[in-house]
């Protein structure tokens, strides 16, 4: 049974004056890793559908996974109680009307066949060609949304996800790379692993550095870490009105070198597409900044009525389990820049530091943008335009706003970087990024060196 | 549940498994949130299904199917088998010995969450709210939890084990903003509040309404207080942000399974070694940590772990040396000591982890202001608001909500966007008084994220408030 026949069957089942139901279905694979043999096999079939009832202006939610007749009767007899128990909401901007979703790619016949024999091959298959012992994953998946609503909303899409992690790691010396995509051919686990292997033999004897504040470079998935870190804080609807955002006091404001521009874009087929919200509302593509100047952020219809003047919904409704979060820009894409490399960058820089992976990230202050966090996995100096001798990790604590405002330059080439880590139902995410060259990174400590 | 375990693990068996175990698992898990006066979260989630553990040839397999029937038991058990033949390992593995487990827990309670309306808890959460309210705070928010979870083990040595557990919390947040700044109050922990594997007696106990004026007083006020100044100094830790403390920089460098590297790739790996067990000095004899999931109250007290061991009471660090980890039947077995005990699954669709039970700063003796009636110049820190920690848990970073300056042993002004940070056995070896038992708080978090494909932990942490010499304030 399909996903919107079942999200049907749900909303048949019913008890309210309107409802919508979502369900989302996973079918996945995992060969985790570690010292080059596979250690957390995981496979994952589940189906979960959610039912929004509303009965006398007052909205109640429920879900499981039972989905025969009984579980679904049982499922709408919850939400219907919990709408009988909760406070009408004034807030509430009813059930969304239909609308034709966008076509979007996303799906990939290969990357849906893919099976555990496969998933245990191409994690070998990464494991063979590393000369260091490898840590990481191979993965993937086929998920399925569908959105159906007595309003009229009936849309549902199927994605598919593959991903790849490769930490080549010894004593001493570790390195790290990944690739992300919706196609099986997106993936080539081996290179992976020889690009983590080749980063991890220049990190042996790494030293120290003195605090304070650098040129740097950080390539795609530092930079991208950080980018989601600052963004999900400063780019949603939900942070705006509460004047916690970033973003508060300043749209409309050149607030970023003009070389910096950004969209949360679902439609995009370089990304993870997706064709619409968990409400069924079509995805829109949102410029956040464009060229330096700070342009808006990313709503959904209970923000857009809360906030007036004119906002509507961008399609960024989120599940109900993170409404408190309000809408979020998961489909984020960085215009890319001039430069041919992250080397190219590096001759930029001159004298500074080069970043490959961030890990630990946690905002100090929302509205200044502040994040901390350590560096891994391949953290060096630059040295006459050269990426040189290695470091240890360096605790940093940087303003976003200032780094992203004093940048040194952009790649043109922009990787696909994953952000999904895989709690709960699966949603494959991620972030398209170049490499980025900043005068402005401020290191606060040091931590442990390279390696296991 | 438990015919279905038996089944999926013959299944297993007959597939060519060596060692086969099954989890049933059913949940119910409840959130009620408001924020500024309307509701904003009425989650009310169940789940069920079965996962299915196997052992062949030295590899692990793990697969699960969420069909509470037997051909979801077979189809599991076979997916299993499958997966662990098509990713070979090098090695054996072994289990560490443990006589097969038999028995029942049940989480002791007085009033079942579920038999409360979710029109009660709507009306608490509004009434903590409005208790909030100050002309600064711009979003006030109050949330209760519930969750129900029955849980059955088998496996192929001859456990069977049934166990139903029961978790509440609660907490408040006031948000204010004025003039360019934002600062945050929360109440009893942030980032949630705090659980309790009690009833509903648990939330009650917060008193979330009573506290409510002054998180609310707090946040505004903290509009207007100075920066706190960078240097070297005295801290005073409450006892929250102790918990954490004790959480990212003792509970994840223990488990051996990190150590081992398992969770390299994703989470880290640790400072301690296997061979430092007995003679790493971790802290200053002050330093006492205790791994119970025993602790009534606790997130992780059980009658049995993942793997059927034997709930248990073991030191961790012992006078400031290193005295446990925390263990897998797996790696005690590697390791040649002990019989794990740690071992936890965040749901039916996830293999069971090495995790935190219940993790605890053992007390000291005396009163927080006895602590800080000995720090002529330092600062006294609350709440946490940010965290960051390295890789093998070395450096960390960790902002508070609030802190008061001490001067000449008393609480002086108060000061925003406190921040500290340090190496870990050095920062523990700075801790020269923990408060005593009085001052001794049980913390429960629900957010201990670690494993590929993620997996959410609920673990408690008991600590009182501590003081440390010569730490790093500020990050400037």
Not at chain 1, 174 to 193: C, F, L, M, N
Request: charged share 25%; with cysteine.
């Amino acid at each position: 049974m399909s996903a919107l026949d079942l999200a049907a069957r749900a909303l048949r089942a019913a008890e309210g004056d309107e409802a919508q139901a979502l369900v989302q279905s996973e079918r996945s694979g995992m060969a985790r890793f570690a010292g080059s043999e596979v250690h957390q096999p995981t496979l994952i079939e589940n189906e979960v559908v959610e039912l929004q009832v509303v009965r006398d202006g007052r909205l109640g939610i429920a879900s499981g996974n039972r989905t025969d007749d009984d579980g679904l009767r049982v499922l709408a007899a919850r939400a219907a109680e919990a709408a009988d128990s909760a406070p009408a909401d004034p807030d509430f901007p009813g059930l969304a009307a239909p609308a034709d979703a966008p076509t979007v790619e996303g799906y990939d016949e290969q990357a849906a066949e893919l099976g555990a024999e496969d998933q245990a091959r191409l994690a070998a298959a990464a494991i063979d060609a590393s000369d260091l012992d490898l840590y990481g994953f191979f993965t993937s998946g086929v998920t399925e949304v569908a959105v159906t609503s007595t309003a009229g909303v009936a849309v549902s899409q199927e994605l598919t996800d593959v991903a790849v992690l490769a930490l080549a790691a010894v004593d001493g010396a570790s390195g790290y790379a990944e690739q992300t995509g919706w196609r099986a051919a997106d993936v080539d686990p081996a290179a992976a692993a020889r690009e983590a292997a080749e980063k991890a033999g220049l990190t042996r004897g790494a030293s120290e550095l003195e605090p304070g504040s650098y040129a740097a470079v950080l390539e795609a998935p530092a930079f991208a870490e950080l980018l989601a870190y600052f963004s999900y804080d400063a780019f949603g609807a939900l942070g705006l009105i509460e004047e916690r955002s970033f973003a508060f006091d300043k749209l409309e404001q050149q607030v970023f070198d003009e070389r910096f521009s950004l969209a949360d874009d679902a439609l995009d087929p370089r990304g993870l597409p997706k064709a619409f919200d968990f409400e069924g509302v079509p995805k829109q593509r949102v410029q956040l900044v464009d060229n330096g100047v700070l342009q808006g952020v990313v709503w959904d219809r209970v923000t857009a009525m809360r906030a007036g003047d004119g906002h509507e919904t961008t399609g960024h409704a989120p599940p109900s389990s993170i409404r408190h979060w309000g809408p979020l820009p998961f489909a984020l894409s960085v215009g890319g820049g001039e430069a041919d490399s992250p080397e190219q960058l590096a001759e930029a820089v001159g004298d500074g530091i080069y970043v490959t992976r961030l890990h630990y990230l946690s905002v100090v202050d929302p509205r200044e943008g502040i994040v901390t966090g350590m560096t891994r996995d391949g953290t060096f100096r630059i040295r006459g335009g050269k990426v040189a001798d290695p470091l240890v990790n360096l605790r940093f604590t940087v303003s976003v706003p200032q780094l992203l405002a004093e940048l040194h330059g952009l790649t043109r080439e922009r990787v696909l970087v994953n952000q999904n880590a895989y709690y709960d139902d699966r949603y494959p995410t991620g972030l398209l990024s170049p490499a980025l060259a900043t005068a402005r990174f401020d290191v606060t400590g040091t931590g442990s060196g390279p390696g296991v | 549940m438990r015919e279905l375990c038996e089944q999926a693990v013959t299944a297993a068996l007959g597939a060519g498994a060596d060692y086969a175990d099954a989890r049933v698992v059913v949940r119910r898990a409840q959130v009620v949130g408001t924020r500024n006066g309307r509701v904003e979260r009425l989650d009310d989630a169940e789940t069920e299904g079965i996962g299915v553990r196997v052992l062949v040839g030295g590899a692990w397999g793990f697969a699960c199917d969420r069909r509470l029937d037997n051909a979801g038991a077979e189809a599991a058990a076979a997916k299993a088998v499958a997966f662990a033949k098509a990713a070979p390992g090098g090695h054996s593995r072994e289990l560490a010995s443990v006589a097969p487990a038999r028995g029942e827990f049940r989480t002791p309670v007085e009033r079942d969450p579920f038999d409360v309306s979710v029109a009660d808890k709507v009306a608490l959460c509004l009434r903590a709210e409005e208790a909030l309210a100050h002309e600064d705070v711009k979003v006030t928010s109050a949330s209760v939890r519930a969750q129900k979870e029955h849980k059955v083990f088998v496996s192929s040595e001859g456990a069977s084990v049934e166990q139903e557990f029961v978790e509440c919390g609660g907490g408040i947040d006031a948000l204010a903003a004025r003039d360019g700044v934002t600062q945050i109050r929360s109440y009893p922990s942030a980032h949630g509040g705090s659980s309790s594997q009690a009833g509903w007696e648990y939330v009650e106990g917060l008193g979330l309404e009573r506290e409510a004026p002054r998180v609310g007083e707090q946040a505004a006020a903290l509009l207007r207080a100075d920066a706190c100044p960078s240097g070297i100094t005295t801290v005073v830790i409450d006892a929250e942000q102790m918990a954490l403390q004790v959480h990212e920089s003792v509970g994840h460098p223990t488990e051996l399974d990190r150590i081992y590297g398992t969770e390299a790739a994703y989470a880290g790996t640790s400072f301690v070694k296997p061979g430092d067990l007995g003679s790493l000095r971790y802290g200053s004899e002050h330093m006492n940590i205790t791994a119970d999931s025993t602790t009534p109250g606790g997130l992780g007290t059980f009658g049995f772990d993942d793997e059927g061991v034997a709930a248990a009471r073991e030191p961790v660090v012992g006078g400031g040396i290193l005295s446990g980890f925390l263990t897998s039947r797996e790696t005690a077995a590697r390791i040649g000591s002990g019989s794990g005990g740690s071992m936890r699954a965040d749901s039916w669709s996830r293999m069971p982890l090495v995790r935190m039970t219940n993790l605890h700063l053992e007390p000291g003796e005396g009163s927080l202001d006895e602590l800080i009636a000995g720090v002529d110049e330092g600062v006294f820190l609350q709440t946490n608001k940010s965290w960051s920690i390295d890789d093998k848990r070395l450096n960390f970073q960790f902002g508070t909500q609030i802190a008061w300056e001490i001067k000449g042993g008393r609480l002086g002004r108060m000061l925003r966007d406190a921040t500290y940070t340090g190496q870990t056995p050095v920062f523990w070896g700075s801790l020269d008084a923990v408060a005593g038992p009085d001052e001794w708080k049980l913390h429960g978090l629900t957010n201990c994220g670690k494993g590929q494909p993620g997996q959410h932990a609920h673990v408690s942490h008991g600590a009182s408030p501590a003081r440390l010499r010569n730490v790093q304030v500020g990050f400037k």
